[in-house]
RNA sequence: GGAGACGUCGCAUAGUCUGGUCUAGUGCGCAUCCCUGCUAAGGAUGUGACGGGGCAACCCGUCCGUGGGUUCAAAUCCCACCGUCUCCGCCA
């Protein structure tokens, strides 16, 4: 939810906003319209509220001779209190409706435009050079099969189109991925969380996930709630409608949780392997921090999720995300992408967002300085996600189909180097 | 799933039966000050959130788990829901 104060203060900076975000600038005049009215309504009804309690606690007081004529008067203003706190109450939900479909503002610098226009601001590490070596990459579901790792025939046999197993090293590999972020994440003072994955509406709600791809995401209709995409939604929920002390800086939680996504609209896309699945493992941070210290926390986030794609030796490109392609909460928003030799692609693998006040006012989660309660801002940034497999089964594979384990999960799977094919699993 | 108890401004509690004097009292904690001169005790004052108006001291409204209802008037009466605890049943 944006700042109401500051966009009637403003109006100019929400307009460019929209326009950047590729939205309609009117939208904010629409808001300015409503809130005016809102505030109108509300003023006519305290005035009128204030006089029926001064006339209603007189009637204790009355005279029997006063108190008929009383009654009267008061019985006469009691119906005028109803029908201004209605218009009131009609004013404020057509203000919450317009403010509810609002995206947050973008920061400045954000790159204007969708999805293509972003800016890569570097690259780290360079691509293997297969033709030099002498051998034609095989794709991560073909190595994932000889390694006995993945197995998606199940996988649809199960649950249907996207659902995998992941069996033997495969399933090593990602605890030791998900472990090795866990330690990163406790290295850099988070908190490890392990979440809930179902939420109430109004957590989803909160964190924005409910608008624009809404339809990304799985309810349970019989018990009215969602299975989470992300625990960062379980994570901004906890201290939601709280008032938080962060004059010790900010308060960061790693989330370790199942994640599920519909995966609407993308039929036909990433269709094979893991690459695009309906349920995957995700180690998350996020930040609760003073505003002013968000873009630095943002910097801090991305800055962790390098260091654990240099634990996997990935090579990899740090994206700015244009003000179009960002979700409903992001102010802004970097993406970590890595190299896929079979595709001749970056594929995503990391995400942070900066959310700014946006969460934090739609769920209530403040913090108390000299001068009262405030929104706080929250950030969130991904660690390591099963997705990472892909990436890393591709980069470090060898000739014969085996995978060398990057050095920074060897510890995590007592000290292995290499990942041998090994004989499938079998009926 | 069944039965019961409970939910009050940081914490603990009063108030609910008998609606208006609750403009929610008290204790603890906390903050400032006073006294005292020494890691004590005492005293005074203050002590929330949200919204609106001046936008500074102030004023108004809302908030007693949540949402409805009755009434001129609801912490108080009625209904529904949520949560916590206890007991029973069932499942692991």
């Known amino acids: 939810m944006i700042d109401l104060k500051s966009l009637r203060e403003d109006p100019d900076v929400a307009r460019a906003s929209q326009r950047a975000r590729g939205e309609s600038p009117g939208l904010v005049d629409r808001v300015l319209d409503?809130?005016?009215?809102?505030?109108?309504?509300?003023?006519?009804?305290?005035?009128?509220?204030?006089?029926?309690?001064?006339?209603?606690?007189?009637?204790?007081?009355?005279?029997?001779?006063?108190?008929?004529?009383?009654?009267?008067?008061?019985?006469?203003?009691?119906?005028?209190?109803?029908?201004?706190?209605?218009?009131?109450?009609?004013?404020?939900?057509?203000?919450?409706?317009?403010?509810?479909?609002?995206?947050?503002?973008?920061?400045?610098?954000?790159?204007?435009?969708?999805?293509?226009?972003?800016?890569?601001?570097?690259?780290?590490?360079?691509?293997?050079?297969?033709?030099?070596?002498?051998?034609?990459?095989?794709?991560?579901?073909?190595?994932?099969?000889?390694?006995?790792?993945?197995?998606?025939?199940?996988?649809?046999?199960?649950?249907?189109?996207?659902?995998?197993?992941?069996?033997?090293?495969?399933?090593?590999?990602?605890?030791?991925?998900?472990?090795?972020?866990?330690?990163?994440?406790?290295?850099?003072?988070?908190?490890?969380?392990?979440?809930?994955t179902l939420v109430k509406p109004e957590i989803m709600a909160g964190t924005g996930f409910l608008g624009a791809h809404a339809d990304e995401i799985y309810r349970l209709e019989a018990d009215d709630l969602y299975l989470v995409g992300t625990s960062e939604v379980a994570l901004a929920g906890y201290h939601s409608r709280e008032i938080l002390d962060l004059s010790a800086g900010p308060k960061r939680y790693a989330g370790w949780s199942a994640c599920y996504r519909r995966e609407a609209g993308s039929y036909g896309k990433d269709t094979r392997g893991i690459i695009r699945v309906h349920q995957f493992h995700k180690v998350e941070m996020f930040s609760y921090a003073p505003i002013e210290e968000a873009e630095a926390e943002h910097a801090r986030l991305l800055a962790w999720e390098e260091e654990m794609l240099a634990a996997a030796g990935l090579p990899y490109r740090v994206i700015d995300t244009a003000a179009g392609d960002l979700g409903?909460?992001?102010?802004?928003?970097?993406?970590?992408?890595?190299?896929?030799?079979?595709?001749?692609r970056y594929l995503e693998l990391t995400s942070t967002s900066n959310c700014t006040t946006y969460q934090a006012r739609r769920l209530g989660i403040r913090e108390r300085t000299l001068s009262g309660?405030?929104?706080?801002?929250?950030?969130?940034?991904?660690?390591?996600?099963?997705?990472?497999?892909?990436?890393?089964?591709?980069?470090?594979?060898?000739?014969?189909?085996?995978?060398?384990?990057?050095?920074?999960?060897?510890?995590?799977?007592?000290?292995?180097?290499?990942?041998?094919?090994?004989?499938?699993?079998?009926?």
Request: aromatic share 6%.
């Open 34 to 196: 409503a809130d005016a009215r809102r505030r109108a309504l509300l003023t006519e009804f305290e005035r009128l509220r204030a006089e029926q309690k001064e006339v209603s606690r007189s009637v204790g007081k009355a005279s029997p001779e006063e108190r008929s004529a009383i009654l009267g008067r008061a019985k006469e203003l009691s119906d005028h209190v109803k029908a201004a706190e209605a218009d009131a109450d009609r004013a404020r939900d057509d203000l919450d409706r317009l403010v509810a479909g609002f995206p947050n503002i973008v920061l400045d610098g954000v790159p204007a435009g969708g999805e293509d226009d972003y800016v890569v601001l570097r690259t780290e590490g360079s691509p293997r050079d297969f033709a030099a070596e002498g051998f034609t990459p095989r794709d991560h579901l073909e190595i994932g099969e000889l390694l006995g790792a993945i197995d998606t025939e199940r996988g649809a046999k199960v649950s249907g189109a996207r659902f995998y197993y992941l069996t033997g090293i495969g399933a090593r590999l990602e605890l030791a991925l998900l472990n090795a972020a866990i330690d990163k994440a406790l290295a850099a003072g988070f908190t490890p969380m392990i979440t809930p």
């Open 328 to 344: 409903t909460s992001a102010a802004r928003k970097f993406d970590c992408e890595a190299w896929l030799p079979t595709q001749g």
């Open 373 to 427: 309660t405030r929104p706080v801002a929250t950030l969130n940034g991904t660690l390591a996600t099963t997705r990472w497999l892909v990436a890393i089964l591709e980069n470090h594979q060898l000739p014969d189909g085996s995978v060398r384990v990057p050095e920074g999960l060897r510890g995590y799977l007592g000290g292995l180097e290499v990942l041998e094919p090994a004989a499938p699993v079998t009926a």
